[in-house]
């Protein structure tokens, strides 16, 4: 949904790169619900966190014209509106109209416990078939990063096709850690520790590479959201000069209103860590580090610096891996000086 806030707060610049007319339909691949979104608001057999499709349209004048949503799904969209209000404290300058999926199925990891990379990206083909049966846009632009839909709806669509990613489904990292064989979020140890399922595993993933390039390659205007990303796309697109970084939106100037508490008057200090709880952002190392800074600290000092992980769940493996955040800090003794806070919105996050 931050995704959907940024790119609805450029709309204009964006939708003259790619060259729209002034009244045209975009469809944006936005970010799921969270996981606790009110069940009393989902329709029969529809995903808790399904995907959305973002339908707007832009009319002569610059403002947006949308279809009204059914009375079924009404409260839901402005739920979702509300939420992100709450989360990021960034008012929608235009309506939007929401078109949900069903086959969320096909984009599970869950569903593909081996070539999970190749298995997701090719459900996420299926996926986007099911969205272009239900809504055709003059323009599409993927915030999920489901490259592998770039050429889908560029050559079945007819549309033009814009991206922002976040992080690439492949990366150069990635490839070298299972080269040098270390264990880690993408390399399990039976694989790391067998040079045979290594060797097809670089294999692997260098293929994969060169179709992720290829898919990539297809988009119009590519966005990501920092320089890590950009070096990364760059590389495997091949188009740097179509890929601008836009970073994150966030509302500075509530943060800046924030009068600052001078440290000797501070009772405790706070290592504040803002971050999904994915397996890439390496929640277990920021504890295992606390734990190990405690350790040179005398009781007295302990009392003073606690360590706040901040950020939001996906799904249940999120939820799941979040279980074993905590199982972790209390295993190294530091439980009572690590605080998790999820999915908070804006104003605890100004103040935490």
């Given at each position: 949904?931050?995704?959907?806030?940024?790119?609805?707060?450029?709309?204009?610049?964006?939708?003259?790169?790619?060259?729209?007319?002034?009244?045209?339909?975009?469809?944006?691949?936005?970010?799921?619900?969270?996981?606790?979104?009110?069940?009393?608001?989902?329709?029969?057999?529809?995903?808790?966190?399904?995907?959305?499709?973002?339908?707007m349209q832009v009319v002569e004048?610059?403002?947006l014209m949308v279809c009204s949503?059914?009375?079924?799904?009404?409260?839901?969209?402005?739920?979702?509106?509300?939420?992100?209000?709450?989360?990021?404290?960034?008012?929608?300058?235009?309506?939007?109209?929401?078109?949900?999926?069903?086959?969320?199925?096909?984009?599970?990891?869950?569903?593909?416990?081996?070539?999970?990379?190749?298995?997701?990206?090719?459900?996420?083909?299926?996926?986007?078939?099911?969205?272009?049966?239900?809504?055709?846009?003059?323009?599409?632009?993927?915030?999920?990063?489901?490259?592998?839909?770039?050429?889908?709806?560029?050559?079945?669509?007819?549309?033009?096709?814009?991206?922002?990613?976040?992080?690439?489904?492949?990366?150069?990292?990635?490839?070298?850690?299972?080269?040098?064989?270390?264990?880690?979020?993408?390399?399990?140890?039976?694989?790391?520790?067998?040079?045979?399922?290594?060797?097809?595993?670089?294999?692997?993933?260098?293929?994969?590479?060169?179709?992720?390039?290829?898919?990539?390659?297809?988009?119009?205007?590519?966005?990501v959201n920092s320089s890590w990303?950009?070096?990364?796309?760059?590389?495997?697109?091949?188009?740097?000069?179509?890929?601008?970084?836009?970073?994150?939106?966030?509302?500075?100037?509530?943060?800046?209103?924030?009068?600052?508490?001078?440290?000797?008057?501070?009772?405790?200090?706070?290592?504040?860590?803002?971050?999904?709880?994915?397996?890439?952002?390496?929640?277990?190392?920021?504890?295992?580090?606390?734990?190990?800074?405690?350790?040179?600290?005398?009781?007295?000092?302990?009392?003073?610096?606690?360590?706040?992980?901040?950020?939001?769940?996906?799904?249940?493996?999120?939820?799941?891996?979040?279980?074993?955040?905590?199982?972790?800090?209390?295993?190294?003794?530091?439980?009572?000086?690590?605080?998790?806070?999820?999915?908070?919105?804006?104003?605890?996050?100004?103040?935490?």
């Amino acid at each position: 949904m931050m995704l959907l806030l940024l790119l609805l707060s450029q709309l204009t610049p964006a939708s003259a790169c790619l060259s729209s007319p002034s009244k045209a339909y975009i469809a944006i691949f936005a970010r799921d619900m969270p996981q606790h979104f009110p069940q009393r608001h989902l329709k029969r057999g529809q995903p808790l966190a399904s995907f959305i499709p973002t339908v707007m349209q832009v009319v002569e004048e610059k403002e947006l014209m949308v279809c009204s949503p059914s009375n079924s799904e009404k409260a839901k969209a402005e739920d979702i509106v509300q939420r992100a209000r709450n989360r990021f404290n960034i008012v929608l300058p235009r309506a939007v109209e929401f078109v949900f999926l069903t086959r969320r199925n096909f984009v599970e990891a869950k569903t593909y416990p081996v070539l999970t990379l190749l298995g997701q990206s090719l459900g996420s083909v299926v996926l986007g078939f099911e969205a272009l049966s239900k809504f055709v846009p003059d323009i599409y632009i993927d915030s999920m990063g489901y490259a592998f839909t770039l050429p889908l709806f560029k050559y079945v669509g007819g549309c033009k096709v814009a991206c922002y990613t976040h992080y690439p489904t492949i990366s150069l990292d990635m490839l070298s850690l299972v080269s040098k064989r270390t264990v880690s979020y993408n390399n399990q140890g039976f694989v790391a520790h067998n040079p045979i399922l290594s060797r097809f595993k670089v294999l692997y993933y260098k293929l994969f590479a060169l179709l992720y390039g290829f898919v990539g390659a297809r988009a119009d205007v590519v966005m990501v959201n920092s320089s890590w990303t950009y070096g990364h796309i760059s590389s495997l697109w091949g188009k740097p000069s179509c890929t601008s970084v836009v970073y994150p939106p966030c509302d500075t100037k509530e943060f800046l209103s924030i009068k600052g508490i001078p440290d000797d008057e501070k009772t405790v200090k706070s290592i504040v860590s803002i971050a999904q709880f994915r397996p890439e952002k390496d929640h277990k190392l920021q504890i295992r580090s606390f734990a190990n800074f405690l350790k040179r600290l005398s009781e007295s000092e302990k009392e003073e610096v606690k360590l706040e992980l901040i950020g939001s769940c996906r799904n249940a493996e999120d939820q799941s891996r979040v279980d074993e955040l905590k199982a972790l800090s209390e295993e190294l003794g530091v439980n009572e000086r690590v605080d998790f806070l999820l999915s908070v919105p804006f104003d605890v996050l100004k103040i935490a």
